[in-house]
């Protein structure tokens, strides 16, 4: 290419949407907007901020984080590599830029996301700046802005990343608690773990028009139904339609309805302390200021991350009993106890409770209260099957939104009547269909994540089988979380992970490899607090053994819960997620 045909090439710019030719500037200057189509571009980090906040107002959060690779994670290419390119390439430390400003001068706190950076994954380091940046606006008392742009939970960084959906669900919960208005800004694309977390569990959800939003993406979703999707599934205005977002709003109006917002709950503040909003000081000593938001966000963004070394978990230091791959098959195996079975074997006096109250019974979900060694608890649990007929009745396992609500009725029901939680995982995951997308699945694992972080009973999870992401958090954030021997706990399925990271899908027993699902891999991470050994062979070989095992482990783990209040319980499930915010707290040898 010819210096002025390169030149050319970075003046005009083509239209997605309508494949016009269009000047840059022009198009800029419209905020990437088309001005003969419409067509909502998307936008970096950086240039997203530019565009909301107060021109001079930025302060940038810290981004000083430890290098990462959790788990040595490599499929053709090693993490780190792919870490590097990402950020030589856009110039940002992490998919996530948090800074505090005013916007129409109202303070907020706020995280953007950039989808440039991997897809905008979230793995540690975007969950403990998310985290950070929620936490300032509790200090600070601001509200917090969220603009979401993400693919989902990073693969990389397995079972870690998942956590993150916990971690900062449990920061949105605190400035719940706080009255402190919190609004999510959902932008093309919004999908898999952020969507089914911080996305959705927000006070107000805005959908930027051009924006889809889902749990699971079209692609899955055709895959496993087989089916032709709707004509503008999980568009914006399908969000609207199906009541899941509060708005569709155009990005030249998106400030400004922000600013509206942020007015109202500002006076509905300052009336409950009873003194009229007064424009809040920014304490300058505090913070560096900085000449302007250009030469901030300009800063480059490299060595910055480089401060520690990675805690990468050497391979082979775990004496595998089973391969990864193995395992996985083990935990799917037919014959494997079910959740009814454990009712039937582990509990005495299971009185099942059906239904969300808003319209629906999810036969993947089971619950109710029962007794263990004579002590009241509510049992909540996937439900999958031993038969074709059984799978098929009970969904594999899979449950749609109201299962999830379900869940989440009988969790509140349990904390006022002062019942212990403990519930049973084993599910390929939340149901990827049409009309799940359609009632709102991530908002419905989301509701349940946060709800557990605070949940002022004692809960304790075990995954029995397969714990497939986030609809295994849904159920899965808990002061202990046990595992059985053979059970594998996963951010993604191997397959999928292999369809996306390998050349194609027979690649999943590396994946299972690399992704390090299994139940001492997770104890290493922290992941997990105990393995329950199965008998000899695995859980089907001897069911009536692994009950047995089961309920000592459930009875030595759970007995030292019901001693501790309940504000004190939350404190300590509060760190025991928080800490998968960094990865400081597991060292060379895996040890916490
Ligand atoms: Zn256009």
């Not at 742009?149 to 449990?170: I, Y």
């Not at 391969?323 to 799917?332: E, G, K, L, Q």
Request: charged share 20%; proline share 7%; with cysteine.
């Amino acid at each position: 290419m010819t210096a002025i045909a390169r030149r050319e090439e970075q003046l005009w710019s083509r239209c997605a949407g309508c494949a016009s030719l269009l000047y840059r500037k022009r198009l800029r200057r419209n905020l990437d907007v088309c001005p003969e189509c419409g067509e909502h571009a998307r936008l970096g980090a950086p240039e997203r901020l530019r565009q909301l906040v107060d021109p001079g107002s930025m302060r940038p959060l810290s981004d000083l984080l430890p290098e990462a690779d959790p788990i040595g994670f490599v499929d053709v290419l090693p993490y780190p590599h792919r870490l590097t390119a990402a950020r030589a390439s856009t110039g940002l430390a992490e998919a996530v830029v948090c800074a505090t400003a005013t916007i129409g001068g109202h303070p907020v706190a706020l995280a953007v996301m950039d989808f440039r950076f991997l897809g905008g994954s979230l793995g540690c380091a975007v969950g403990e700046l998310i985290t950070r940046t929620a936490e300032r606006a509790l200090d600070d008392r601001i509200p917090l802005v969220l603009v979401t742009a993400s693919g989902g939970a990073r693969m990389q960084e397995g079972a870690l990343s998942l956590m993150q959906m916990a971690t900062v669900s449990q920061a949105i919960a605190a400035l719940r608690e706080a009255g402190l208005l919190t609004v999510s800004v959902l932008t093309d694309p919004t999908y898999g773990g952020v969507a089914a977390s911080f996305a959705t569990n927000t006070d107000l959800v805005l959908a930027e028009s051009g924006a889809r939003m889902g749990f699971a993406g079209p692609r899955v979703i055709r895959q496993v139904t087989g089916r032709a999707l709707p004509e503008g599934f999980q568009t914006a205005d399908f969000l609207l339609r199906h009541g899941q977002v509060d708005m569709v709003v155009q990005r030249r109006s998106l400030r400004g309805r922000l600013v509206a917002l942020l007015a109202a709950t500002r006076a509905g503040r300052a009336a409950r302390a009873g003194h009229p909003p007064v424009p809040r000081q920014e304490p300058a000593s505090r913070r560096e200021r900085l000449a302007d938001d250009d030469a901030a966000l300009a800063r480059p963004a490299g060595p910055a991350a480089a401060v520690a070394p990675s805690p990468t978990p050497e391979a082979g230091q775990t004496p595998a009993v089973r391969d990864a791959w193995d395992t996985v098959r083990m935990a799917r195996h037919p014959a494997r106890p079910t959740t009814l079975d454990y009712l039937d074997s582990v509990f005495d006096g299971f009185v099942e409770l059906h239904g969300d109250r808003l319209g629906g019974d999810c036969p993947a979900i089971v619950g109710g209260v029962a007794r263990l060694a004579g002590r009241h608890v509510m049992v909540i649990g996937h439900q999958k099957g031993h038969t074709t007929a059984e799978l098929v009745a009970h969904n594999f396992g899979m449950a749609s939104p109201a299962g999830h609500r379900k869940a989440l009725r009988l969790m509140r029901l349990a904390a006022r009547l002062g019942l212990p939680v403990v519930t049973l995982v084993d599910t390929p995951g939340a149901d990827p269909g049409v009309s799940a997308e359609e009632q709102g699945q991530a908002a419905a694992i989301a509701e349940n994540i946060l709800t557990l972080t605070v949940l002022p009973t004692p809960v304790l999870a075990v995954i029995t089988g397969e714990g497939g992401s986030g609809g295994a958090l849904a159920l899965a954030v808990a002061d202990r979380v046990l595992m059985l021997e053979n059970a594998v706990y996963s951010v993604i399925s191997p397959e999928g992970c292999a369809a996306i990271l390998w050349p194609d899908r027979s690649a999943a027993p590396q994946a299972a490899r690399a992704l390090r699902l299994t139940a001492p891999d997770l104890c290493r991470l922290g992941v997990v607090d105990e393995v329950v050994p199965e008998p000899s062979g695995a859980a089907h070989d001897d069911p009536a053994e692994t009950a047995h095992r089961l309920r000592a482990a459930l009875l030595a783990n759970l007995l030292p819960l019901l001693d501790v209040p309940p504000a004190m319980l939350v404190r300590l499930r509060r760190q025991r997620f928080r800490r998968f915010g960094t990865t400081r707290g597991v060292n060379r040898a895996g040890v916490r």
